[in-house]
Structures are given as structure tokens and as C-alpha cells.
């Protein structure tokens, strides 16, 4: 079998768009365990926008995180939530390369529990949001 090349496993070749799902609290409260995204491969990224990424010492392993600036070598990406960890602050600048594609659309499910009316309605509201690039918080986790 073929080896796929650097544009099919960026998602250029095959698709444009994915799905991913988020795990564990690092982006909270952006995001939350569970959330389905909508990631277009081989975006182009600027500051404060949410990016998949292979795990720089763990490339089978893809995480979220907020690109928060383009340093030499690459980006510096943080989680939102600063006492979660699994970010820059560990294993320092990721490479572009690494970068796979940035989040565009968050989807919340719904929770078995949500019967109400009022429960259902809120989370219609909610459970569906573009995720916009959030230049205040690149510029406060810059700091750390």
C-alpha cells in the first residue's frame, strides 16, 4: 500500500473538512468533553484561533488547543483552561507541520438527562456555535 503523502494526510486531497471530538477539560470553558467540531484541514492559522494538532512526543494522538502565537520553529498553543496542562507550557513550540486544520463550528450533544422543555430549549440555543478566534485571550495566555 502507498504511503499517503503529506496533502492526503492533511485532509487537502481527500477532504477539506473533518470531524473531531474533544476529550478531557484543557479547553474548557470553550469547549467541553464531548463537543463534536468542524475542522477544515490545511487552514491557514492566526492568533487566537482553536487548531488540531498531533501531539508533538505522540504524533498518533490529536488535540485541540488555541493557537496563541507564531514563534520561531512554529506556534505556541495553550488550553483555555490554564490548570489542565498537555500544552506548550510542555512540550514547547509545535512545528506547522503538526498543525492539521483549525475548528470552525462547535457542536454540543444533547445530554440523556435533558427531558424538559426548557432543557431542550437551551440547549438548542446553545448546543451549535461557530467557533470565533478570540484575540483577548491570545493576548492574555501570551503572558503565561
Known amino acids: 500500500m502507498p504511503e499517503p503523502s503529506q496533502e492526503t494526510e492533511r485532509g487537502r486531497a481527500v477532504a477539506p473538512f473533518g470531524i473531531a471530538e474533544v476529550t478531557g477539560p484543557s479547553m474548557v470553558p470553550t469547549l467541553h468533553h464531548g463537543d463534536q467540531l468542524l475542522v477544515r484541514y490545511g487552514s491557514g492559522v492566526r492568533p487566537g484561533d482553536v487548531v488540531v494538532l498531533r501531539h508533538p512526543f505522540q504524533q498518533d494522538l490529536l488535540v485541540v488547543k488555541r493557537a496563541v ?11 483555555d483552561n490554564p490548570y489542565a496542562g498537555g500544552d506548550s507550557t510542555d ?6 507541520e503538526l498543525i492539521l ?7 454540543r450533544p444533547r445530554k440523556a438527562g435533558q427531558r ?3 432543557a431542550l ?10 467557533l470565533l478566534p478570540d484575540r483577548s485571550a491570545s493576548r492574555r495566555l501570551r503572558a503565561r
Open 101 to 107: 486544520g483549525k475548528a470552525w463550528f462547535r457542536f
Open 121 to 130: 430549549l437551551r440547549w438548542t440555543l446553545s448546543a451549535a456555535r461557530p
Open 69 to 79: 502565537e507564531r514563534r520561531e520553529g512554529g506556534w505556541w498553543v495553550l488550553g
Open 91 to 96: 512540550y514547547g513550540v509545535v512545528p506547522e
Open 116 to 118: 424538559s422543555p426548557l
